[in-house]
Structure formats: C-alpha cells, structure tokens
C-alpha cells in the first residue's frame, strides 16, 4: 500500500511576540488561520499549534472510534469527541504533558461498560495518539453513552 502524505504551510512574519503566521493545509479547508504567540500563551485572537494539535486528535479518535464500534457490528449514530491538551511552561521550557479524551457517543445496542471499554482500547489504535504517547506523561479517556 502506497504511503498517504498530508501537507500544511504555515507562512511567518515578524519576531516571535509581536509577530504573525498564517497555516494554511493542501485541502483548502483549513485555509489561512491565524497563529500567534500571544494567542497560544496570552487567550488572544488566534489559533495556536496546541489547539491544532486538540483538533487532530478530536477528529482521528472521533473516526477510530467510529470504526471500533462498527467493527463490532454496532455502529454509532453520533459521536462527541471534546480532546483537552495540558501544556506546562517551566524553566526548563514547555511541554504537552496531558491530553485527556472527554466522549460522548449514542450507539444503539451497547450498554455503558462495553462502551466505555471500547473507548479505552480505542486510544491505543488512533494513529495521532500514537504519535503523541511517547511524549507525554498521561493519556486518559473519559466515556459517557447518549440516550
């Protein structure tokens, strides 16, 4: 099978704090979001690497999940994915430490436990997960069923 190649650009001008980029991906639907210092360190305006990163892992794990439940010949009719990503600042520097999977899904057939079971073992398939484990210290998933 043929490596899948995903692209994006990010075009930055200025210095570090007063300046500016923009990300753009190959797509066209994630098209010239603004990125800033203050916006990934200050709540400004703007996106931020961290929360592109949340973004990523919400979506990857929504779809994984999606293809465990169908799997199992009970398919979701909705999934939630809400991904929170803990950033620590310290003199030593910054790092992701924490990214925590808040889900919520309605899947006729399948009582709370199986779910919440298939969500954890879920966590270990998605590629960005993979990706992201080894750096960090905690990868957590909490799962609620709809009605």
């Not at 200050?42 to 919400?58: K, R, S, V, W």
Request: hydrophobic share 35%; glycine share 6%; proline share 5%.
């Amino acid at each position: 099978m043929a490596d899948i190649l995903r692209t994006a650009l990010t075009t930055w001008t200025g210095n570090l704090k007063d300046g500016s980029g923009v990300t753009s991906g190959e797509s066209g639907y994630l098209h010239d979001v603004k990125v800033t210092w203050s916006a990934r360190f200050e709540n400004q305006p703007g996106t931020n690497p961290e929360e592109l990163i949340a973004a990523a892992e919400a979506s990857c794990y929504s779809m994984a999940l999606a293809s465990s439940l169908t799997k199992q010949d009970t398919p979701p009719e909705v999934i939630n994915t809400k991904a929170t990503l803990t950033m620590r600042r310290d003199d030593s520097g910054t790092k992701l430490t924490r990214l925590h999977l808040d889900v919520e899904a309605r899947v006729p057939g399948v009582d709370e436990t199986r779910f919440a079971a298939i969500a954890e073992a879920t966590k270990e398939g998605c590629p960005v997960s993979v990706l992201l484990k080894p750096g960090l210290e905690e990868l957590t998933v909490s799962a609620k069923l709809l009605k």
